[in-house]
Structures are given as C-alpha cells and as structure tokens.
C-alpha cells in the first residue's frame, strides 16, 4: 500500500474481521485473487473503499466498501449469492490492509467534497451527463425528483 493511503487504512480491516464476514472458501479463493492480482484498481475516497476486480467476465467487477470506526459493509457486481461477501470483495480488502500490496491505493477526496463544490447549474450538467453515460440512472433521477427516494 502507498504511505499516502496508510494514512486512511481502516483500522476495522483485519483478518479476523475478514473472515467474520465471508465464507472459508470466498476468502480462499479472495486470497487467491489478491495474490494473482487481480485488483485492477483501488481508491479511497474519504470511509469508502472503490475497487475494480477482475473476475469470470470481460469486464472488472465493482466492488463498493464503505467503513466505520470498527466495521464495513461492501458490494459487489458480481452474481455471487453464496452467504457472505465474495471473493472479490476480499480481494479489495486485502489490497488496502496490506503494506506490500503491489497496486498502488489511491487516495482522493470524498464525493460530497468534490459535489460541494458544485453550484446547481454545474450539479444538472453534471446529472445531465451521467444520465447521458448511464441511462439506468434515469430510473434514480425520476424516483429522487418524485420524492420515492428519501
């Protein structure tokens, strides 16, 4: 791991915890991935954690970890539906906690930092460009504009 990103390593990223929250066999396998280096990528942005692992398909799978003072919570775009986190997951993890890692962890702003920044023209440009990137999110806009998303 870079020093800059020691600075930010989550103090609730341990092995035990690791294993607390994923299968024996995810975190095998996890620890597989992490060695092959398949971390594609891993960025810290304030509590959260954004890696892309490279698993079965084309594309990387994102993973999503946000940390508390003594735990986390992750995602993954993977299919795995095993019990647990997968082992990309642990991958990501495994990548920031450890010193030696050979990808380089990125430290960056929060988003709410760089979005604050923003005036409301910059913020519709901004959504009118991620609608454009990602129709999907289209479908979050409408809910977030009608209220259905508190």
Avoid at 22 to 31: K, L
Wanted: a negative charge.
């Amino acid at each position: 791991m870079n020093k800059a990103a020691a600075m930010t390593n989550p103090s609730c990223i341990t092995e035990a915890a690791i294993r607390a929250k994923v299968t024996e066999q995810s975190y095998d396998r996890g620890v597989d991935y992490y060695h092959a280096a398949t971390v594609e990528s891993a960025t810290i942005r304030g509590n959260q954690l954004f890696a892309a692992v490279q698993g079965s398909e084309w594309d990387p799978y994102q993973v999503g970890i946000t940390f508390s003072d003594a735990d986390f919570t992750a995602s993954c775009t993977c299919p795995y539906d095993w019990g647990g986190y997968c082992k990309h997951v642990v991958a990501a993890l495994l990548t920031v906690s450890d010193d030696n890692s050979p990808i380089p962890v990125v430290v960056k702003p929060p988003v709410a930092d760089l979005l604050d920044e923003l005036d409301a023209a910059a913020l519709r440009g901004l959504a009118y460009r991620l609608v454009a990137a990602a129709p999907t999110l289209l479908e979050i806009v409408d809910e977030f504009c009608n209220g259905e998303d508190t």
